[in-house]
């Protein structure tokens, strides 16, 4: 008899519904994720503390809180604080970048990446964060 692991729980906080749908295809190849969805920074504030996931990946602009300041906010939570953040943009300004990794992001793509870029880093950040 084999134990099946828990379920790694990928977040995404993005307002684009397009790219919500080809995020939740390339996460759906893995038989152990769960995706949990949210279309703006409250919401994906409070879905981050009611599903404590294995990893965010959260839009820069949204229309109610940038997405800065949603990952201060994260990185602020005990729930959080730890979790990994792959921050998505359609801006590659330098200082952007800056701020992210200053804040806390783990990882930092424009959303002119190829989806097998992004597959492999959310692959890769997948593999590598805490398990329960």
Known sequence: MFFIANKKKVLIIDDDPSLQRLLHAR???HENVKIIKAMDGKN???QASLHNPDLIILDWMLPDIQGIE???RLKCERKTKNTPVLMLTGCNKTGNIEDA????ADAYLTKTASLQILGKKVDEM???SRSY
């Open 101 to 104: 990794f200053y804040l806390g």
């Open 126 to 128: 997948l593999s590598s």
């Open 70 to 72: 949603v990952l201060e």
């Open 27 to 29: 996460l759906e190849r």
């Open 44 to 46: 994906g504030l409070i």
